[in-house]
């Protein structure tokens, strides 16, 4: 089975520069993170040459986003990005997740590679988990939601 396998990050890791992410932004503290906001209007002060598209459903097919770290390039598929604006929760955190792949896989971070028989990727070396759990704490960060009680 080939497999894509990312240079190690733990939890931890991705928490550590979130946080110094979103007190670079201003938004340490802001508990609902603005994503949408921040992929339009701010990704383009950090990252210059950041490229952010809404792109159609019938040219994007079963894709939700692809993002292109090397060419700082995010595209999002059009009924996904309507429903982000619109606050929905999981539409959101897939740009959130796009987000992730920028920032932390450029082409020299990840590998094709082939897993021997019986063998698994590590989730801590798996792309797609590095960028779930870096949306994950961008949209909900630990050291904000900690102790909260649901009601």
Same mark, same amino acid.
């Given at each position: 089975? %080939?497999?894509?396998?990312?240079?190690?990050?733990? *939890? /931890? %890791?991705?928490?550590? !520069?979130?946080?110094?992410?979103?007190?670079?932004?201003?938004?340490?503290?802001?508990?609902? !993170?603005?994503?949408?906001? !921040?992929? /339009? %209007?701010?990704?383009?002060?950090?990252?210059?040459?950041?490229?952010?598209?809404?792109?159609?459903?019938?040219?994007?097919? $079963?894709?939700?986003?692809?993002?292109?770290?090397?060419?700082?390039?995010? *595209?999002?598929?059009?009924?996904?990005?309507? *429903?982000?604006?619109? $606050?929905? =929760? *999981?539409?959101?955190?897939?740009?959130?997740?796009?987000? =992730?792949?920028? !920032?932390?896989?450029?082409?020299?971070?990840?590998?094709?590679?082939?897993?021997?028989?019986? /063998?698994?990727?590590?989730?801590? /070396?798996?792309?797609?988990?590095?960028?779930?759990?870096?949306? =994950?704490?961008?949209?909900?960060?630990?050291?904000?939601?900690?102790?909260?009680?649901? %009601?």
């Amino acid at each position: 089975m %080939n497999c894509y396998k990312a240079d190690p990050v733990s *939890r /931890e %890791n991705i928490r550590r !520069f979130i946080r110094g992410l979103k007190r670079k932004v201003g938004l340490e503290y802001e508990l609902y !993170f603005p994503i949408l906001p !921040f992929v /339009e %209007n701010v990704l383009p002060i950090l990252i210059p040459d950041f490229q952010f598209e809404v792109v159609p459903v019938i040219e994007m097919g $079963g894709k939700h986003g692809e993002t292109y770290p090397s060419k700082n390039i995010m *595209r999002i598929r059009e009924d996904v990005y309507l *429903r982000a604006a619109a $606050g929905e =929760g *999981r539409d959101r955190l897939t740009i959130a997740h796009e987000v =992730g792949h920028l !920032f932390m896989h450029e082409d020299d971070s990840i590998a094709l590679c082939r897993l021997a028989p019986n /063998e698994q990727l590590k989730p801590f /070396e798996d792309p797609e988990w590095q960028a779930d759990a870096f949306g =994950g704490e961008l949209l909900a960060s630990s050291y904000l939601i900690k102790g909260m009680k649901r %009601n």
